[in-house]
């Protein structure tokens, strides 16, 4: 009994952990590791369009917020040729939504080593076309995204 006791104490405790890294991370400049953070206030925004996006290809992650929205996430950046990619799994972290929000209005904006890109994130489902971004993605990461279904969305400079 005192057992169960000491381990409801230790859930409870946990919990109270979690709560305040996600009430924390919510009033940060940009996510904190797996949680969801603030706008992303920091850094300069790049003003020149990008058209080879190849000096992120050794960046592992990348922090993202789409336009409208006060939160920001912390997502994955494959480089396949001089394109860019963000891959969305469907299943982790459970509960998201931003994929189906970028789905229907791709402006956003994405930081890398504290400089802002103002881009548009396209879907792509074209099989042929992923078959070189999931291997580069693969060979970046060991593995695909987390999950079975995975969005991929092809980023491009916006102006302003």
Request: charged residues 25%.
């Given at each position: 009994m005192k057992v169960l006791k000491w381990i409801g104490y230790l859930?409870?405790?946990?919990?109270?952990?979690?709560?305040a890294l996600l009430g924390a991370a919510r009033f940060n400049d940009g996510p904190l590791?797996?949680?969801?953070?603030?706008?992303?206030?920091?850094?300069?925004?790049?003003?020149?369009?990008?058209?080879?996006?190849?000096?992120?290809?050794?960046?592992?992650?990348?922090?993202?917020?789409?336009?409208?929205?006060?939160?920001?996430?912390?997502?994955?950046?494959?480089?396949?040729?001089?394109?860019?990619?963000?891959?969305?799994?469907l299943e982790f972290p459970p509960f998201k939504t931003w994929h189906k929000r970028a789905d229907k209005d791709g402006r956003a904006i994405l930081r890398i080593d504290g400089r802002k890109y103002r881009i548009t994130m396209?879907?792509?489902?074209?099989?042929?076309?992923?078959?070189?971004?999931?291997?580069?993605?693969?060979?970046?990461?060991?593995?695909?995204p987390p999950g079975s279904g995975v969005w991929y969305f092809a980023i491009s400079s916006r102006a302003g």
């Open positions: 859930v409870f405790g946990v919990a109270v952990v979690l709560a590791a797996l949680f969801p953070g603030g706008p992303l206030e920091a850094g300069e925004f790049v003003l020149e369009p990008v058209v080879d996006w190849s000096f992120a290809r050794d960046i592992a992650e990348v922090e993202l917020q789409l336009e409208g929205d006060d939160t920001s996430r912390t997502v994955w950046i494959i480089v396949d040729g001089a394109n860019g990619y963000v891959p969305a799994s396209r879907r792509v489902d074209d099989e042929g076309l992923l078959a070189s971004v999931k291997a580069e993605g693969a060979r970046k990461y060991g593995s695909g």
